[in-house]
């Protein structure tokens, strides 16, 4: 599976990202992270092809959205009320496999990786 992610780029603060993942083929699950310098990639979000169930990580809850384009196999991430703790690159990825609940939020459970994208929160 390829991953061509786009979006992202320079946001001013209270601003809003809006990321999309286009896939080769048909995944069982897409989702995003993100990651700064020194830290750990972070989960972000997380959607399920088959059933549109969608997850969300700290950093999204209550305010990022992630949805699906199923004909285009094509993954969405939108995430408001922006701040500088949300500059990082965002990494899109995916698997065929469904995966459980608990194994989504684990990056090592994704087997095919975008480009990463850099976004960037500043006034």
């Known amino acids: 599976v390829q991953l061509q992610a786009s979006g992202g780029g320079l946001v001013q603060p209270g601003g809003s990202l809006r990321l999309s993942c286009a896939a080769s083929?048909?995944?069982?699950?897409m989702g995003w992270f993100r990651q700064v310098p020194g830290k750990e990639r972070e989960f972000v979000a997380a959607?399920?092809?088959?059933?549109?169930?969608?997850y969300y990580g700290d950093s999204a809850k209550g305010r990022g959205t992630i949805s699906r384009d199923f004909a285009n196999n094509t993954a969405h991430l939108r995430i408001d009320n922006l701040s500088p703790d949300d500059t990082a690159v965002y990494y899109c990825?995916?698997?065929?496999?469904?995966?459980?609940?608990?194994?989504?939020?684990?990056?090592?459970?994704?087997?095919?990786w975008g480009q990463g994208t850099q976004v960037t929160v500043s006034s």
């Open positions: 990825a995916a698997t065929i496999r469904t995966l459980i609940v608990s194994s989504l939020r684990s990056e090592r459970e994704y087997d095919y």
């Open positions: 083929r048909r995944s069982g699950v």
């Open positions: 959607i399920r092809w088959s059933n549109n169930s969608k």
